[in-house]
């Protein structure tokens, strides 16, 4: 079953217009969480962050209305440990026209929820790290949004898979500095402090929101700014991401990094902590008033 629009229905029969502006323009904004014992995790972040995406975007959403729906989705199918997805489109302009602006009055945004199940990332592979590549070229225009229009991200991931790669990490700037990966963010550990690149080049992930502030709880020092590619060649590397966690990178473009298990091993454990916490308030808050 997926929820559209408040509905719970058949796969097969959850479509939308091909007038829709998520359709047409790319006009659509999504939130991936993963889902462990039936609850999300951390869905109270994902669910701000969507919020401020939508208002910045001029789609009108009801927020509640879109977690209640996920919470029937969840209770209809629930998973020991799988991937919930909720994705926003612009819908269809009123009146049916068409034109890159929209007008605000009117608009009815298409929701369309989706949660399958999944393996966790294998234990091993948070001992023996990924292997990552860089490249430029690959830049999302407005990374700040967890926008549908993800085309640069495919091919950002398209390409570390021809290498053989686990992820790919995209790059910008002469020299180049480190933005954020395909589908994950980018912490940079010199052995004392968390470098993380500038606000403003990357995606704020829920993720690296929670494990930042993990960090500064365990002492860590945090410094936000610019991560030249040179600089991180000398270091160690962690992506982190909703169904990633905190994952330490073995080498970059074939170079063996600096070892950062340790430090992963200790922010993913407070993250795990978090996740935890945060499903026990989802079913506090949403199982009794389903």
């Known amino acids: ?13 959850a479509t939308v217009s091909a007038f829709d502006r998520g ?51 969840l209770a209809r199918r629930p998973v020991s440990h799988g991937v919930l997805r909720v994705q926003v489109t612009g819908g269809v302009q009123p009146g049916g026209g068409r034109g890159l602006v ?5 608009r009815s945004p298409r ?18 790290g990924v292997d990552v590549v860089t490249a430029t070229g690959f830049a999302r225009s407005v990374p700040r949004l967890k926008s549908g229009n993800y085309l640069a991200s495919i ?15 995209m790059a910008a ?27 403003g080049d990357h995606l704020p992930g829920v993720i690296l929101g929670v494990v930042l502030q993990i960090g500064r709880e365990l002492g860590i020092p945090v410094v936000m700014g610019d991560v030249g590619l040179a600089q991180a060649r000398g270091a160690g590397i962690l992506l982190t991401g909703s169904l990633l966690g905190v994952c330490p990178c ?17 922010l993913r454990a407070g993250l795990l902590d978090r996740e935890a916490r945060s499903r026990e308030d989802w079913r506090t808050m949403w199982t009794v008033s389903m």
């Open 102 to 106: 929209a007008p605000t009055e009117g």
């Open 155 to 169: 091919r950002a991931k398209e390409y570390a898979e021809s290498v053989g790669a686990f992820e790919c990490i």
């Open 111 to 128: 929701v369309v929820a989706s949660v399958v199940e999944s393996a966790p990332m294998p234990a091993a592979t948070y001992l023996a």
């Open 23 to 73: 359709v047409m323009y790319g006009e659509s904004l999504f939130e991936t969480l993963k889902v462990v014992d039936g609850a999300p995790c951390l869905w109270d972040l994902h669910r701000d962050r969507l919020t401020r995406g939508c208002e910045e975007s001029g789609i009108p959403l009801d927020p509640d209305s879109v977690w209640r729906g996920v919470a029937r989705l």
């Open 250 to 266: 073995a080498t970059l473009d074939g170079e063996t990094l600096e070892d950062s298990v340790s430090v992963a091993t200790q």
């Open 1 to 13: 079953m997926v929820l559209l629009d408040g509905a719970l229905v058949p796969r097969g029969e």
């Open 173 to 199: 700037g002469d020299p180049p500095r480190l933005l954020e990966g395909s589908f994950s963010n980018v912490l940079v550990w010199d052995g004392a402090r968390l470098e993380c690149p500038a606000e």
